[in-house]
């Protein structure tokens, strides 16, 4: 697991702007170096009910990037517990055991997408 706070790294003009003024800014959240070669599996857009989790599970093959839009929630990786907030990422690497719980009464919303080496691996749900 890797845990990139919202504090980390500064706002930088992106790439393609001119750095005395730029359009866009972007903060790098993540590079080529921290996740493997592969295919993106999955992007989505998705709400964890206040108080709610959803169920541990792991990937074989898969390495899976959450972004916290909004709430507090506390990410659990194997024996590893951190609580984000908004901005906050976790990488997931393939086979920790993972879940989230929403440590709020109101909804907590996310982006999470997922990177396959593409060795036909599954997710496993852990009971």
């Given amino acids: 697991m890797k845990y990139i706070p919202m504090t980390h790294g500064s706002f930088i003009p992106a790439s393609h702007e001119d750095p ?10 993540a ?13 989505n857009w ?10 541990q599970h792991y990937h074989e093959d898969m390495h899976e990037v959450f972004v916290l839009i909004s709430g507090r929630v506390r990410m659990n990786v194997d024996d590893t517990h951190v609580e984000m907030s908004s901005g906050d990422t976790v990488i997931v690497d393939p086979h920790e055991i993972h879940t989230m719980q929403n440590l709020l009464d109101t ?16 997710t496993i749900v852990v009971r």
């Fill in 20 to 29: 005395s003024s730029p359009g866009v800014l972007k903060r790098v959240i």
């Fill in 31 to 43: 590079t080529h170096n921290d996740l493997p070669p592969g295919q993106v599996m999955m992007v």
């Fill in 46 to 55: 998705a709400k964890l009910p206040g108080r709610s989790s959803f169920q």
């Fill in 107 to 122: 909804t907590a919303e996310y982006i999470v997408f997922g990177v396959s080496a593409g060795l036909g691996g599954k």
